[in-house]
């Protein structure tokens, strides 16, 4: 049988695939609740370890999808379950198919100023008939964060995607939760870059390759500060998993 969840270093993980994700969204939107989807990687599974606050939002999240190859080898290695990888560009990709057919309208919340509205345009052109209704960049001030609440309330999407980058829109949905009352609240980390054409994703082989976070640190040296968590998060796996091998 398949095992519903897996627990690396104490955070819990779905173990859903891209389509059943979807099913759950969709359950999600009707539901007209609040939710938040964390698509976790390695990076965030090893903040939650050390920290007791990231931790609490992973655990209250709805939805907790394995993104990235460092938990997809760590779910191998301490529960022997082979996870499908489920990240947030690839769910936005299918949220902006379901939202064409089932007229749900989407937010778009972070990057730099023009990359939530270039982004917009850009999945407007390549989804005809999807409603974004309203963008947002993500270098707010701290009080113009109500305002924007606001704003995002009065827009009533079905789907925020919010792009901060983790754990800062994890920690900013999980604040706001209850008062955006958006169904579907999504991370989507450096996801609205791409879509906006001002970043790429890595080719198809380095990802199947496992080695999309070379890609991003070679590109962006800048993030070696914070990649510094994978040998620590691979270390921890590592031990831990020794009882069973
Ligand atoms: N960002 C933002 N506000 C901030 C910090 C970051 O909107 O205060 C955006 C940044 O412009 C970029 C994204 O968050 O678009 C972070 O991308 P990154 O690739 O670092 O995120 P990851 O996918 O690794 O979580």
Known sequence: MCQPQVHLLGVRIDNLDRQQVLAAIKEFVVSNRPHQIITANAELVYRAWHDPEAARVI??????????????????????????????????????????????????????????????????????????????????????GKKLVTRIRTASPQVLLVGLGAPKQEFWVSQYLEELGVPVCLGVGGSLDVLAGRAQRAPGWIQRANLEWLYRLLRQPSRLRRQMALPAFAWRVWWAGRRRV
């Open 59 to 144: 655990a209250e999240a709805a939805l907790v999808t394995p993104d990235g190859a460092g938990v997809v080898w760590a779910a191998r290695r301490l529960e022997g379950v082979t996870l499908q990888r489920v990240t947030g560009i690839d769910l936005t990709a299918d949220i902006c198919e379901a939202a064409v057919r089932e007229g749900w309208r989407l937010f778009l919340f972070g990057g730099r100023p023009g990359v939530a509205e270039e982004a917009a345009t850009r999945l407007e052109a390549r989804y005809p008939g999807l409603a974004v209704c309203g963008t947002a960049h993500g270098y707010l001030e701290p009080a113009e």
